[in-house]
């Protein structure tokens, strides 16, 4: 089975500064998709960034970025120029290509965005 | 924009009663999934369903069961509740084809149950 961990169980970052948020996963499969989730306080779970294990290239969403280490089997979520906003419950997900649609989390990294 | 709604965002009921929660989709999505989820142990799953009348248990599936009689609607049912089962749950939809961006799983807001 397929397992994802987030060694950092909480994270603290300056406004306007640069945080990495660790992933790593463990499958025995060669497809398969990485997700990162954010949920804000008392709100509703939302979807960062995605990326396809058979792509080389790391995916971007504007100020969010991944480093994607298939060898290493780590996913790693980069934030850059932190906002107040950011301050959320960050989760990796693993979901297998072959298997449907079910996602597999880990246990999430508390962010905090000091002003 | 998805919206999926669940009955309620806080519950609290008695150990032995039986729970409904309720979860509404109106994104046409065939997939439809609760978790669970409990502080250091992430989101874990219960249940899901891939189709109307279809569920496939998830990983934590004892002491649930779920429902989905129409394709909107998913329903998570705790047959005798215990205090093990305090937590928050969430539902979640998503279609039924992968590729980008249509596997992306959209969430309720969640409910949280205390059971006494």
């Known amino acids: 089975a397929q397992t994802v961990t987030q060694s950092q169980p909480e994270m603290s970052v300056q406004e306007a500064e640069t945080v990495t948020l660790s992933c790593t996963y463990d499958t025995s499969e060669s497809d398969y998709y990485l997700f990162w989730y954010k949920q804000p306080p008392s709100r509703q779970m939302i979807l960062v960034i995605r990326?396809?294990?058979?792509?080389?290239q790391n995916a971007t969403e504007n100020r969010f970025s991944v480093n994607f280490q298939k060898a290493a089997k780590s996913f790693s979520l980069k934030i850059s120029d932190s906002q107040l906003g950011d301050a959320a419950m960050y989760f990796c997900?693993?979901?297998?290509?072959?298997?449907?649609?079910?996602?597999?989390f880990g246990a999430g990294t508390i962010l905090r965005v000091k002003s | 924009d998805v919206k999926v709604t669940q009955s309620s965002r806080y519950l609290v009921k008695r150990t032995g009663e039986k729970v409904f929660l309720e979860c509404v989709q109106d994104?046409?999505?065939?997939?439809m999934f609760w978790y669970r989820q409990d502080p250091g142990l992430g989101l874990r799953l219960i249940y899901f369903s891939y189709d109307v009348k279809m569920k496939e248990k998830g990983d934590i599936p004892e002491g649930y069961s779920v429902s989905r009689e129409k394709k909107e609607r998913f329903s998570l049912i705790l047959e005798s509740a215990s205090t093990n089962q305090t937590s928050m749950y969430l539902c979640a939809s998503s279609w039924k084809r992968s590729g980008q961006g249509t596997d992306t799983q959209y969430f309720g807001p969640g409910t949280r149950l205390t059971v006494l």
């Open positions: 997900a693993y979901r297998s290509a072959w298997y449907g649609n079910k996602l597999v």
């Open positions: 990326q396809e294990a058979y792509k080389q």
């Open positions: 994104m046409d999505h065939e997939n």
